[in-house]
C-alpha cells in the first residue's frame, strides 16, 4: 500500500538561511511525487513533482526538490528561506499500483523568523 | 474558468443529520477525490474516482458515500453525521495522473 511519511512536524529557520521539509514514501511501482503548500485558511496549491527523468526538481517560488530512488525520499529544498515561505506544506504521492489515488502525508509546517 | 468548485462553505449539522457536499470541475478532469483535513493528519483520502461511473474508496471511507454519473460532477454524501466527522472537507481533481491536483476551496463542516 502506499504510504508517505512527513517525520518533522514543525521546521524553524531563520530567513536567508537554507530550508528542507523530509519527506520519504512506499509505493509498489514507480511513483509520481508531488508538493503541495497551504498558506492560512487557503486551499492547497501546487510547488513542484517528479514524473521522471532528473533527479532534480525545481518549481514555483524557488523550491526544487530531490527525488532518491535508493532512500525512497523527495525532500523539498530552498537555498535561502524567506518570512512569506511560511506555511503548511504537504508531500504527495501517486502510483499505478494504487489505482493513481493520491496520498498525502501528515503536513510539515515551516516557520521562517525574520 | 471557475476549476474545481465546492458548495457549501460551511455548514452545521446535528448528530444524526444527513447531508450532501457537491464538488464540480469545469476542466474536464477524469480524475477525482475527497479529503478531509484535520489538524495533525494531514489530508486523508475518503473517496476518489477515476472517471464516469467509477468510484473507489480511500483511507477513511466509512459513514461517506459518493457516486460519479458524470465527469463534471462528484459529490459527497454523509449517511448520518457524527461528531468525529467534523473536519474541513476538500475536493480534487487532475486531467492525468501525471498531472497535479486542482482543489476546492473548502467545506468546514461541524456536527453538534
Known amino acids: 500500500a502506499q504510504s508517505v511519511a512527513q517525520p518533522e512536524d514543525q521546521v524553524n529557520v531563520a530567513e536567508g538561511n537554507p530550508l528542507t521539509v523530509k519527506c520519504t514514501y512506499s509505493?509498489?511501482?514507480?511513483?509520481?511525487l508531488f508538493w503541495y503548500v497551504q498558506y492560512p485558511n487557503r486551499g492547497l496549491q501546487f510547488l513542484l513533482k517528479?514524473?521522471?527523468?532528473?533527479?532534480l526538481v525545481k518549481g514555483s517560488y524557488g523550491f526544487e526538490a530531490e527525488f532518491n530512488k535508493s532512500q525512497t525520499s523527495f525532500h523539498l529544498k530552498k537555498p535561502s528561506a524567506l518570512v512569506s515561505d511560511s506555511a503548511l506544506y504537504f508531500c504527495?504521492?501517486?502510483?499505478?499500483?494504487?489505482?493513481?489515488?493520491?496520498?498525502f502525508g501528515a503536513g510539515t509546517r515551516l516557520f521562517v523568523k525574520a | 474558468n471557475a476549476g474545481v468548485t465546492q458548495t457549501p462553505k460551511f455548514q452545521v449539522l446535528k448528530t444524526g443529520q444527513s447531508m450532501t457536499l457537491q464538488c464540480a470541475q469545469d476542466?474536464?478532469?477524469?480524475?477525482m477525490s475527497w479529503y478531509r483535513q484535520d489538524p495533525g493528519m494531514g489530508l486523508r483520502l475518503i473517496h476518489y474516482s477515476v472517471g464516469a461511473g467509477i468510484t473507489d474508496q480511500g483511507e477513511v471511507p466509512n459513514g461517506y458515500n459518493v457516486s460519479r454519473s458524470t465527469t463534471e460532477d462528484f459529490p459527497l454524501r454523509l449517511l448520518s453525521a457524527a461528531p468525529s466527522q467534523t473536519s474541513v472537507y476538500f475536493c480534487a481533481s487532475s486531467l492525468r495522473p501525471n498531472e497535479k491536483l486542482f482543489f476546492g476551496s473548502g467545506t468546514q463542516l461541524s456536527v453538534l
Open positions: 509505493v509498489s511501482g514507480n511513483p509520481y
Open positions: 504527495a504521492v501517486r502510483d499505478r499500483a494504487g489505482g493513481f489515488k493520491t496520498i
Open positions: 517528479y514524473i521522471t527523468g532528473d533527479n
Open positions: 476542466m474536464n478532469h477524469e480524475y
